[in-house]
């Protein structure tokens, strides 16, 4: 099944996240089919915290793939702050 998903990078301490389409067996931070966007939880100042594209979310998702629950909650915070 293919999955939407974090993969974890950045440094000890200092996470950053890119929002991945991967397979679901694949391990976290392995070989990614595409990457959709990133998440940085500690951006201070003018740095951007959230970055989708939507139209490659509900490109994967008409597709089938299935977002986490962590993805799917980040993509309501994004779409609020879009409105």
């Known amino acids: 099944m293919v999955t939407i998903r974090l993969a974890r990078g950045g440094a000890k301490k200092r996470p950053f996240y890119h929002i991945v389409v991967t397979d679901s067996r694949k391990r ?12 940085n939880p500690r951006a201070t100042g003018e740095e951007v915290r959230l970055n989708i594209e939507m139209d490659r979310f509900d490109h994967w998702c008409g597709h ?13 915070q994004h779409q609020k702050q879009a409105a």
Do not use: H, N, T
Not at 31 to 37: F, H, K, N
């Open 28 to 39: 976290r931070d392995s070989s990614y089919i595409e990457r959709i966007g990133y998440y």
């Open 64 to 76: 089938g793939a299935q977002p986490s629950e962590r993805v799917a909650s980040l993509v309501k």
